[in-house]
C-alpha cells in the first residue's frame, strides 16, 4: 500500500515477466499467468526497464504485448545511477522511445533518485484517469458477500452450489477491476445477495491455481465491496498462519466474519477432534464468528450460509444505546485497563457509538 500526495493505491510486484506469446507457447509459466492477470486488472501499469543495456529482445516483447493489451503504461528507465537526468536523457531517450510506451522516465532504485518524480507522474495518471475517483461501493442497498480463503479450499464449488439451490441471477455487473463481477442473487423471498468478485470463482478451474499469486490484492478489493466475508477454510488440512491473515485483513476492513469449514466429508472423527482444537488454539481471537460445516460436494450445510450472513448482518449494523455501553464499560475497563500515556493512567471517561456497518466507537479519555 502506498500513500502519495494523501492518495492511497496498491502497488503489485509482478516478479520476472515475459508474456506468454514471446515464448512462443501457451500461458502455461505460474509467473506469466500471474502477471498478466495482474496486468489486466490495473488501472496503470509501471514498465521498468534497465537504462545500463537498452532494449532487449524481452523488452521489446512485452512492450509489443502490452500495446495489444491497451493498458495505460508508464515506462521506468532503472539504473541511472551515474549519469544526471539531462545527459543520460539526451544519449538514450530516443532509443527507448521506439519501445512505443512512451517517454521513460530516468530513475535510480539503488540510489532513490527520480522515485518522488515517479510518484508523482503516477499520481497524475491515476488521478487523470478517474482511477481515484471510481466508487468501490455499487451505489445500492444490497449486502455484499466475498468469498475468501486460500487456493483449493471450494471456494468456487462453494458459490456454484448457493446458485444451484431455489436462487436465480438477477444482475451481473462490472466491480472495480477490469474482470471482476459481482453476481446479484434474489431469493424467493425477495432477499438478495451480491457475491463480490464472482468473475474471479467462475473462472478458477479454467485459469488453474497460478493467478493465486495475487489473492491477497483480489482478498483486499472484495473486501472493500463486502459487508460479510466467508472465509474458506479446507476442514481436511491443518489451520495454519494464512488463515490467520486471512481472518486479521477480514477484521481490519471492518467486515462481519463466518468460519466456514468445507470439505466436511472427507474428515473423519480423529480429524474432527484435531480441526476444534486447533481453531480453538489459532483462531481464538475470534471465537465469537459463526461457524458453519459444509461439503461443497454434496451440498451439506450450504443452506446454513445465508441464514449466517443475515445474522452477521444484523450484527454488523447494530446501534448500542450510549446508557448500555457505558453500563458495560467500567468492567471492561477493570478487566483490561487502557495503556499508560506518558507514564500516567488513562481514565476512560465514556464512550459512544458513531456509527454501524461497521459498528465504531469513540472513546473519551483524560
Known amino acids: 500500500q ?19 506469446w514471446a515464448r512462443g507457447a501457451a500461458l502455461d509459466n505460474a509467473v506469466s499467468v500471474q502477471a498478466e492477470q495482474a496486468i489486466t486488472e490495473a488501472d496503470l501499469v509501471l514498465f521498468v526497464v534497465d537504462a545500463t543495456v ?9 512492450a509489443e504485448w502490452l500495446r495489444r493489451c491497451g493498458v495505460p503504461v508508464l515506462l521506468a528507465a532503472n539504473k541511472v545511477d551515474d549519469l544526471a537526468p539531462a545527459s543520460w536523457m539526451a544519449s538514450e531517450l530516443t532509443e527507448l522511445n521506439a519501445l512505443g510506451v512512451g517517454e521513460p522516465l530516468p530513475v535510480s532504485a539503488l540510489h532513490g533518485r527520480g522515485s518522488g518524480d ?13 482511477a481515484f475517483d471510481r466508487p468501490l461501493d455499487p451505489g445500492d ?12 479450499v471450494g471456494k468456487s464449488s462453494i458459490f456454484n452450489r448457493l446458485l444451484g439451490e431455489e436462487r436465480t441471477i438477477v444482475d451481473e455487473r462490472p466491480g472495480t477491476t477490469r474482470d471482476a463481477v459481482d453476481t446479484v442473487v434474489e431469493l424467493a423471498d425477495g432477499r438478495a445477495y451480491r457475491f463480490v468478485d464472482t468473475a ?5 478451474a479454467r485459469r488453474g491455481d497460478a493467478t493465486e499469486y495475487y489473492a491477497t ?12 466475508a466467508l472465509l474458506v477454510i479446507d476442514a481436511s488440512e491443518p489451520i495454519g498462519e494464512q488463515e490467520q491473515r486471512l481472518v486479521r485483513q477480514i477484521m481490519d476492513a471492518g467486515r462481519g466474519l463466518i468460519l466456514l469449514l468445507n470439505k466436511w466429508d472427507l474428515v473423519d ?11 480453538d488454539r489459532l483462531l481464538r481471537f475470534v471465537d465469537w464468528a459463526p461457524l458453519v460445516r459444509t461439503a461443497a460436494t454434496t451440498g451439506r450445510g450450504i443452506n446454513r450460509l445465508l441464514p449466517a450472513v443475515d445474522a452477521v448482518l444484523v450484527e454488523w449494523q447494530r446501534r448500542v444505546p450510549t446508557a448500555v455501553l457505558n453500563n458495560w464499560l467500567p468492567d471492561v475497563v477493570e ?10 493512567s488513562v481514565r476512560v471517561r465514556y464512550v459512544t457509538q458513531v456509527a454501524a456497518g461497521p459498528p465504531t466507537f469513540r472513546f473519551f479519555t483524560t
Open 54 to 62: 537498452g532494449i532487449t529482445e524481452e523488452d521489446a516483447a512485452a
Open 217 to 228: 490484492l483480489r482478498t483486499v478489493r472484495a473486501l472493500d465491496r463486502a459487508a460479510v
Open 2 to 20: 502506498v500513500q502519495w500526495r494523501g492518495r492511497d493505491f496498491t502497488v503489485v510486484d509482478t516478479g520476472g515477466w515475459m508474456p506468454g
Open 118 to 130: 515517479l510518484l508523482d507522474e503516477v499520481y497524475h495518471r491515476l488521478r487523470n484517469s478517474g
Open 141 to 152: 442497498d444490497i449486502p455484499g458477500v466475498a468469498l475468501i480463503g486460500r487456493p483449493n
Open 269 to 279: 472423527e480423529e480429524r474432527r477432534e484435531w480441526i476444534d482444537r486447533e481453531r
Open 200 to 204: 474471479g470463482l467462475r473462472k478458477h
Open 335 to 344: 478487566a483490561t485497563p487502557p495503556p499508560m500515556h506518558r507514564g500516567r
